[in-house]
């Protein structure tokens, strides 16, 4: 080899293999597992810890890893503050709009998709309930405590319709049995999040967001509809009302009240006719019989 190549080879392998920045992505970062990140960069670095409470978390862990422009390869491990115990490996991207989003996940790791919460705009002053509508009895898509399959009992069913405007995080939804004028009374509760009361199952487009209490809904924008299921309690009576309240990341809480509506009463089917009758003729119809003995006897 020339004794240039010699020189400029080593050179030229080191720029081939050096990392390239690009945002810095320092910060605190909210995870669509429930979870806050803590991220430090330091060159091509990456440090972070997460955890899912700040008090005696479920779960609590480290990572370490390389950020190449807007791919970031990390180690990740639980640590004793939570009581998992797992470990593992990820890739990471950057996506355009900052968010950091899992391709690749080696580990039982829950979290697959980051925000940074200084980009997390507010949801807009018009975010609202924009309505809440009693649907019946009819389907079964919950059980009772934290069982959010069917157990062969139909469910409350509730359609609730929201305006957030821009993205928000939804945390929880839950279900109350309230007064006239909308405070909760009665104790019957179901919630998405807590696991003191029986779980609110919440559907989206018929794709179920909590298969048992969850830690967030996830992210959602504009305006659109939920279904809410609520195992029976024997409370879903005609006149009782319900209060639902959504609750987003920042802490505001969106609310409205629907009233249980009786079932629409079943139409009775006609009477059923008896095998081999003749139907009585109608005051419009002629009896075939009566116009023969009339053509016969002139009467």
Do not use: C
């Amino acid at each position: 080899m020339d004794a240039r190549w010699k020189r400029v080879l080593p050179v030229m392998l080191a720029v081939l293999v050096l990392p390239v920045q690009g945002e810095d992505l320092t910060g605190r970062w909210r995870g669509n597992d429930g979870g806050v990140y803590y991220l430090r960069q330091v060159g091509s670095e990456l440090w972070a810890y997460g955890e899912n409470a700040p008090s005696q978390p479920a779960w609590s862990n480290v990572m370490h890893g390389v950020v190449y422009g807007s791919q970031i390869r990390l180690q990740w491990a639980d640590v004793p503050k939570g009581r998992a115990a797992g470990s593992g490996y990820m890739h990471l991207e950057v996506a355009p709009d900052g968010r950091l989003i899992a391709r690749h996940r080696v580990g039982a790791f829950a979290g697959s998709e980051w925000v940074r919460e200084a980009a997390m705009a507010p949801p807009p002053a018009a975010a609202r309930i924009e309505s809440l509508a009693w649907v019946g009895m009819v389907a079964d898509k919950v059980g009772d405590w934290g069982q959010g399959r069917p157990d062969s009992r139909p469910d409350g069913h509730f359609t609730l319709r929201l305006e957030l405007g821009g993205q928000a995080e939804i945390v929880s939804v839950a279900l109350y049995s309230a007064n006239e004028a909308g405070n909760p009374t009665g104790g019957q509760v179901w919630h998405s999040r807590n696991p003191a009361y029986w779980v609110l199952g919440v559907f989206r487009d018929g794709r179920q967001l909590n298969a048992s209490h969850a830690a967030t809904l996830g992210l959602h924008g504009g305006r659109f509809g939920l279904d809410l299921y609520a195992n029976d309690s024997g409370w879903f009576r005609a006149g009782q009302p319900f209060l639902a309240e959504v609750e987003l990341a920042d802490g505001t809480k969106l609310k409205s009240l629907v009233k249980v509506t009786a079932a629409p009463a079943a139409t009775a089917p006609p009477p059923a006719a008896t095998p081999g009758a003749q139907p009585a003729p109608t005051k419009d119809e002629k009896d075939p019989m009566k116009e023969l003995l009339k053509g016969i006897f002139g009467k």
